[in-house]
């Protein structure tokens, strides 16, 4: 099984002819957008430090939007027969005769050039498609991500192991009646596993642009040497700590700031603790959105939203303060503004939000030069914050975290995957790990930030096609509110 890719310009020409038929069904007044998009997808799985599964699926889907008579309505179908784009659109044209009148229908995206950044090597003005996209990576096969799960449960050393390999290919087009016209594709690969020894549990993850850039064997001996140092855990009293949180426990904070801060709807709702122009950071954070891909990454996302928006680099927060939101066309319609490239078939009704995070890492001469520590919890990552802490914690991973408030964006959630004591600068102790609830804004507030990681790691979300790039954070205080025995 490997993944199938679609011929090039095979969705641009399927989405001229659904603009055909909307024309020729519903006349030159309608206004109307195209999304074609073929997604494949391909998982290799263990457990056991067996693989036990491989996957794959490919999918071509069409979303076909429509706006007449003052009425908006959408329907999307995977059947891409003529027949099928024929019921597509027939059906959609019924839905939009009983929908209510839309309003706030924000129109259609006008003919605009794509934005390409410097690593653009060019194929046509609407076209992203040469643009950091891995050949290799798109077409890897069951064999390839299986040589990465032996090099991780070979280097784990003999423990259990558990986790995932994946490989993600997305190549879409999009038109429209107003005549905006692009294309572009994505390759992603990622690796998320775990390593146990007696209940103690260590993580390695990491998603690239690349799989030739996924090393199992280094995630797996990082996952194991985590899962060793973490036998035999005390017990601390709840408390506010001084925190080092490795990248893992850092895109955590990123993919929350992402689904609740800066998501346009919830910012246009005040709903959000965003407030453009305030510094409600500290001067060391930097939060950019990254959707073009950054310092040689192969880009993450499309070059384009679902409404045809050109996607670029956003700036959220610039030396603690915060610049913008995320939005698609009706969000931004709403406050008075422009979109930033962020629509997608959710965002009307769960909002737009950033999905390729990145916290900008510290230069690396503001850390102090430490000797090298493979078989210690800490990784590469945290370990200069590590050995500036007096008391505190080292947090690998948070799970489970749920919204409490969200205009304040309470948190609260448990630590996983390693805790540890540090104490003047060393590790001294596993601990067993913890309930928390924190602000996080607060957490990256004025004077909470410590330090900042020099590295910044990839990290790929459950879902294909997010990832976040966290360094590690050293913060004055994170609120534990419970331990393992309640």
């Known amino acids: 099984m490997s993944i199938d890719i679609a011929r090039t310009g095979a969705e641009l020409e399927l989405a001229a002819r659904v603009l055909e038929l909307v024309r020729a069904a519903a006349g030159p007044a309608a206004e109307a957008e195209v999304m074609v998009q073929h997604d494949a997808e391909a998982l290799t799985r263990f457990a056991n430090s067996a693989i036990h599964q491989n996957v794959a699926e490919a999918t071509t889907s069409v979303r076909l939007r429509l706006h007449l008579n003052g009425r908006t309505a959408g329907a999307s179908t995977t059947l891409t027969t003529p027949d099928g784009l024929t019921t597509l659109v027939d059906r959609t044209i019924r839905a939009v005769q009983v929908s209510p009148a839309d309003a706030t229908w924000p129109g259609l995206t006008p003919p605009t050039p794509l934005h390409h950044s410097a690593g653009y090597h060019g194929s046509g003005e609407r076209s992203g498609l040469d643009f950091g996209f891995d050949e290799a990576t798109a077409r890897a096969d069951p064999a390839e991500r299986a040589a990465r799960v032996r090099d991780f ?20 087009a999009f038109a429209n009646s107003a005549g905006q016209s692009v294309e572009g594709r994505t390759a992603e690969a990622a690796m998320d596993g775990i390593a146990r020894l007696n209940g103690s549990d260590g993580v390695a993850r990491l998603a690239a642009g690349r799989l030739a850039d996924l090393d199992g064997s280094v995630l797996g001996a990082r996952a194991a040497a985590k899962a060793r140092a973490g036998e035999r855990p005390v017990e601390l009293p709840p408390g506010r700590y001084e925190v080092v949180l490795e990248p893992e426990a850092v895109a955590d904070i990123l993919a929350n700031f992402s689904y609740f801060g ?66 698609d066309r009706r969000s931004a319609a709403e406050v008075g503004t422009e979109s930033t490239g962020h629509g997608s078939g959710a965002s ?4 737009p939000m950033p999905t390729h995070l990145r916290l900008e890492a510290a230069p690396a001469a503001t850390e102090p030069v430490l000797s090298a520590d493979p078989g210690g919890p800490t990784a590469e990552t945290a370990r200069p914050l590590v050995a500036r802490m007096e008391r505190g914690l080292l947090i690998t991973d948070f799970w489970y975290t749920r919204v409490l408030d969200q205009k304040s964006l309470v948190i609260t959630g448990l630590t996983r995957n390693g805790v540890w004591l540090v104490e003047d600068g060393e590790v001294t102790a596993a601990v067993s790990n913890m309930r928390f609830t924190q602000s996080y804004p607060q957490a990256l507030g004025i004077g909470a930030v410590r330090g ?7 990290l790929p979300d459950s879902y294909s096609g997010v990832r976040f790039a966290a360094p590690a954070l050293h913060l004055a205080s994170w609120n534990l509110t419970g331990n393992a025995s309640g």
């Open 452 to 458: 900042i990681g020099s590295e910044t790691v990839l």
């Open 348 to 351: 009307r009704t769960w909002g």
């Open 262 to 327: 800066f998501n346009g709807k919830t910012f246009a709702q005040q709903q959000s603790f965003a407030e453009l122009g305030a510094e409600q950071f500290d001067p060391s954070v930097t939060i950019v959105d990254d959707p073009l891909g950054s310092r040689g990454e192969p880009a993450p996302g499309l070059p384009f939203d679902v409404e045809g928006t050109p996607r670029e680099s956003l700036v959220l927060v610039r030396d603690g303060v915060t610049k913008a939101v995320a939005h």
């Open 153 to 172: 449960v070979r280097a784990a050393g003999g423990l259990e192991t558990a986790g995932f390999c994946r490989t993600v290919y997305c190549s879409a």
